[in-house]
Nanobody, 118 residues
Framework: DVQLVESGGGLVQAGGSLRLSCTAS????????IGWFRQAPGKEREWVSAFSVSDGTTYYADSVKGRFTISRDNAKNTVYLQMNSLKPEDTAVYYC???????????WGQGTQVTVSS
């Protein structure tokens, strides 16, 4: 019943932009912190950005700060990641995550591929 679905990935040239979407269903969206992670082949999954749905606070990894923007549309149960000035090192599978501690909840989407060519 609980589901997160990412979309919006694709192939883009360096310096270009993409907008990723994460749509939630089957749970109360506003009870969870929402984050984006990414993983390149042979590398550990790394945190990219997060959105505190309850108070609107946003957070970014240093590697993407100033280039990526996380936002939400509560009416659509959707969180977005606007990615500008993309670099080849941004190439990865991007995953959406919903997390809360009390009671414990942790959900992941299937991932969407982002490829940035040089």
């Amino acid at each position: 019943d609980v589901q997160l679905v990412e979309s919006g990935g694709g192939l883009v040239q360096a310096g270009g932009s993409l907008r990723l979407s994460c749509t939630a269903s089957g749970f109360t969206f506003e009870d969870y912190a929402i984050g984006w992670f990414r993983q390149a082949p042979g590398k550990e999954r790394e945190w990219v950005s997060a959105f505190s749905v309850s108070d609107g606070t946003t957070y970014y990894a240093d590697s993407v700060k100033g280039r990526f923007t996380i936002s939400r549309d509560n009416a659509k149960n959707t969180v977005y990641l606007q990615m500008n000035s993309l670099k080849p090192e941004d190439t990865a599978v991007y995953y959406c995550n919903a997390h809360r501690a009390f009671p414990m909840g942790d959900y992941w989407g299937q991932g969407t591929q982002v490829t940035v060519s040089s």
